[in-house]
């Protein structure tokens, strides 16, 4: 199975403030072919299914504010939040769709400071 | 609107059965494969495995397989998870969720989620 781990496992910012989560995949997410990378981000709220924010790792869903962005390539990527608002706050879980099982990364835990 | 609709909460002593559902609606149940993620109480999200309703097609992580039974029911727009004989280490959260790519060859990230069905098992 291919391993995500996401950093750091928590962490709180400011609001108004840039707020950055990586996820690190064990293999390449990189599909030569079509040069698009098999990643997804979601974010789930307290006592709420996970939402879709961002895939193909840097397209975000539509609805999604543009404060959220994702980049990276291969096997590293970022979830960017540009200036964190209080609504923000919430669990967040890359995950790789190239090769079942798809997996999530074990989520990080973001918070107000 | 597509929606996925999943049963209610459930309650069961170690050893029943159970089986769960997931009802879409709002687009071609047939042509998108639906998964299913399990959720253990302040855990992350584990992804259990995939269905295809137009042929009952199922991909099964490992750590799943034999576990669990994913089947469908496209004449109801119908999914389902199924347990024979639950244990306590299966008191979860179960969600459903639309699998993009909108044909049996393409499966890809998670659009749509049910709001997820709760499992408690305990004698």
């Known amino acids: 199975d291919i391993v995500m781990t996401q950093s750091p496992d928590s962490l709180a910012v400011s609001l108004g403030e840039r707020a950055s989560i990586n996820c690190k995949s064990s293999?390449?997410?990189?599909?030569?072919?079509?040069?698009?990378?098999?990643l997804a981000w979601y974010q789930q709220k307290p006592g709420q299914p996970p939402k879709l924010l961002i895939y193909w790792a840097s397209t975000r869903e539509s609805g999604v504010p543009d404060r959220f962005s994702g980049s990276g390539s291969g096997t590293d990527f970022t979830l960017t939040i540009s200036s964190l608002q209080a609504e923000d706050v919430a669990v967040y879980y890359c995950q790789q769709h190239f090769f079942t099982p798809h997996t999530f990364g074990q989520g990080t835990k973001l918070d107000i400071k | 609107e597509v929606q996925l609709v999943q049963s209610g909460a459930e309650v069961k002593k170690p050893g029943e059965s159970l089986s769960i559902s997931c009802k879409g609606s709002g687009y071609t149940f047939t042509t998108y494969w639906v998964g299913w993620v399990r959720q253990m109480p302040g855990k992350g999200l584990e992804w259990m495995g995939i269905i295809y309703p137009g042929d009952s097609d199922t991909r099964y992580s490992p750590s799943f397989q034999g576990q669990v039974t994913i089947s469908a029911d496209k004449s109801i727009s119908t999914a389902y998870l199924q347990w024979s004989s639950l244990k306590a280490s299966d008191t979860a959260m179960y969600y459903c969720?639309?699998?993009?790519?909108?044909?049996?060859?393409?499966?890809?990230?998670?659009?749509?989620w049910g709001k997820g069905t709760t499992v408690t098992v305990s004698s």
């Open positions: 969720a639309r699998v993009s790519g909108g044909s049996k060859f393409l499966y890809y990230y998670m659009d749509v």
């Open positions: 293999q390449t997410l990189l599909y030569s072919t079509n040069n698009k990378n098999y």
